[in-house]
């Protein structure tokens, strides 16, 4: 069992940059791939990034690929996603989840967390 607890979500305007951090909870955090999706009002949840169990292989949608930026730290239990260059559209409530396979689609997930809100205003 994986709880996982985002955080660092907030306001900021156009070109601004936020990280986000996401707390997992147990022992085995380290045999996980870590994603991180987003859900825009009206619209379904899409994939952003993953990160494999070990740090070694990630793998980032078009949309975000160079000015977003994943990582984890598995002493801590925490992953990452560093947002830079941060656009209105990427307005969004985050959300990061664990999963045994490095997938991008929403239900190879296992554990999810419950979200946090990132605004970006023009």
């Known amino acids: 069992q994986v709880q996982l607890v985002e955080s660092g979500g907030g306001l900021v305007q156009a070109g601004g940059s936020l990280r986000l951090s996401c707390a997992a909870s147990?022992?085995?955090?380290?045999?996980?791939?870590m994603g991180w999706f987003r859900q825009a009002p009206g619209k379904e949840r899409e994939f952003v990034a993953v990160?494999?169990?070990?740090?070694?292989?990630?793998y980032y949608a078009d949309s975000v690929k160079g000015r977003f930026t994943i990582s984890r730290d598995n002493a801590k239990n925490t992953v990452f996603l560093q947002m830079n260059s941060l656009k209105p559209e990427d307005t969004a409530i985050y959300y990061c989840?664990?999963?045994?396979?490095?997938?991008?689609?929403?239900?190879?997930?296992?554990?999810w967390g419950q979200g946090t809100q990132v605004t970006v205003s023009s």
């Open positions: 989840a664990a999963a045994l396979v490095f997938g991008m689609r929403g239900n190879e997930y296992d554990y």
């Open positions: 147990g022992r085995t955090f380290s045999r996980y791939h």
């Open positions: 990160i494999n169990w070990s740090g070694g292989s990630t």
